[in-house]
């Protein structure tokens, strides 16, 4: 059973860094792809990047393009995503996503951006 824990989120002032976390303790990833989303009060989630299993391949919501970057380490089990340049309007929860012919989701991390 996948077991996705997110960690790395926290409150910073806009322009600022966060390095977002998902590790699992089950079975390797690193046949799934994996991928970032974030919900904000009231709205949909929505997605913000996604990798492939080897991590060769990456994709970008327009909305974070050039200022995220996700990554994977499946040596360590574990996805990452690093956030830069951080708005107010990327305050959210982010949620982990892990995929192959089953669907698993973290809890999620909540990421506070002040202006």
């Known amino acids: 059973q996948v077991h996705l824990v997110e960690s790395g989120g926290g409150l910073v002032q806009a322009g600022g860094s966060l390095r977002l976390s998902c590790a699992s303790s089950?079975?390797?990833?690193?046949?799934?792809?994996m991928a970032w989303f974030r919900q904000a009060p009231g709205r949909e989630r929505e997605f913000v990047s996604a990798i492939s299993q080897a991590g060769g391949s990456t994709v970008y919501a327009d909305s974070v393009k050039g200022r995220f970057t996700i990554s994977r380490d499946n040596s360590k089990n574990t996805l990452y995503l690093q956030m830069n340049s951080l708005k107010p309007e990327d305050t959210a929860a982010y949620f982990c996503?892990?995929?192959?012919?089953?669907?698993?989701w973290g809890q999620g991390t909540q990421v506070t951006v002040s202006s």
């Open positions: 089950g079975p390797s990833l690193a046949t799934y792809a």
């Open positions: 996503f892990a995929t192959t012919t089953r669907n698993y």
